[in-house]
């Protein structure tokens, strides 16, 4: 016999899913912006996966980010298989011992994006790292955290906008 409550969760947790990689195929789409390294994207699924780490705890971010990653490998290829698991699991990591340690009204959602995002170019950085064995990939660390700073303040501001419908859903 199925148990209500555990349906309902996972059925919430597959609609986040689902939007999620909406977010994310919708982003691989987009043409590059020039002036920006080399695949920056704003990081719109992100919005979704700090909201599951926030209301569902460590194990749904982490679900999330993954299914991401593995998202990604089936439809960009390994490399980006890759960069996205290492970019995804900092920044979950990153992001839940921030909202361990600090209370997360102390930064507010923009600050606790910005931290995440930064990292999240960090691990991304560290997984080009692991599959080209080039220390340059660092070189694009200033641009990355510039950028990282610009996105993480967005989607903040839109996980903040987004965040009473989510929770009246979810």
Known sequence: MFNNKYSIKTAKFGMLLALSL?????????????????????????????????NGGLPSGLLIAVLKSVFAGFTRGFSAFIISLCGGVLSIFTLRLMLFFKDRKLFGLAGVSVISAVFHNIGQLAGAFVLTGSIYVFGYLPSLI???????????????AVMPALEKIM
């Open 22 to 54: 909406s977010l994310s195929f919708l982003e691989s789409i987009l043409p590059p912006v020039p002036f920006l390294p080399p695949g920056a994207k704003l990081g719109l699924s992100n919005i979704v996966t700090m909201f599951a780490v926030i």
């Open 146 to 160: 510039l950028f990282g700073i610009i996105a993480g303040v967005i989607t903040g501001a839109v996980l903040k």
